[in-house]
């Protein structure tokens, strides 16, 4: 992968929300990339496939995205590490299972429970306790950038005008 060549970089695992256009609510997903560095970033999201969810790995370019409205920083990792982070977060997001006979399973709901595995296995350290506050503050920053996209006070037209919200416990 290109971002475990950039040595003493750090790449970052962030949550994601991508508004959805004329549905409420907000897609979900768990974004793990080197800093800023197009068409490099490994992606791990739930994907609609009309009513079953499911989890997928695929590269994507996260400036070209026109929905993607918010990154919360859940924590930095060393890229000269990527390997041994890519197990331990992959381990962690594997041992949520997708029950599609869950009444409200949902990208959201999914990944909330993959937060609170990834700070109980001490992967991430957050400044909220758990992942039911982290939903909270992400729903409040991301309903204040949507209301100043309709307002036109703020146009994302370039990755970094994507907001970029650090929700880490410790900043390094």
């Known amino acids: 992968m290109v971002s475990s060549m950039f040595g003493g970089e750090k790449e970052r695992l962030h949550l ?8 409420p609510g907000y897609h979900w997903a768990l974004v793990l ?3 800023d560095r197009p068409n490099t970033e490994q992606e791990t999201a ?11 790995n695929q590269a994507s370019a996260r400036g070209d995205s026109l929905s993607l409205i918010a990154r919360f920083t859940l924590g930095k ?3 000269s590490d990527h390997e041994a982070n890519m197990q331990r977060i992959s381990a962690a997001v594997a041992s949520i ?4 006979s869950v009444p409200d399973l949902s990208c959201r709901t999914w990944l909330l429970r993959v937060i609170d595995t990834l700070i109980a296995e001490q992967i991430v350290a957050l400044s909220v306790p758990n992942a039911k506050e982290s939903e ?14 309709m ?10 005008t994507i907001p970029m919200i650090d929700m880490r416990a410790k900043l390094d």
Not at 16 to 23: A, I
Not at 46 to 56: A, C, K, M, N, Q
Not at 97 to 100: F, G, N
Not at 151 to 160: D, E, G
């Open 136 to 149: 909270s503050r992400a729903i409040h920053e991301a309903g204040e950038v949507m209301e100043q996209i």
């Open 16 to 23: 994601t929300l991508n508004h959805r256009y004329d549905q």
């Open 151 to 160: 307002t036109q006070r703020m146009n994302i037209t370039k990755k970094s």
């Open 33 to 35: 990339s080197p800093k």
């Open 46 to 56: 739930l994907i609609p496939d009309s009513d079953r969810w499911h989890l997928t």
């Open 97 to 100: 299972r997708i029950d599609h």
């Open 77 to 79: 990792f060393k890229a």
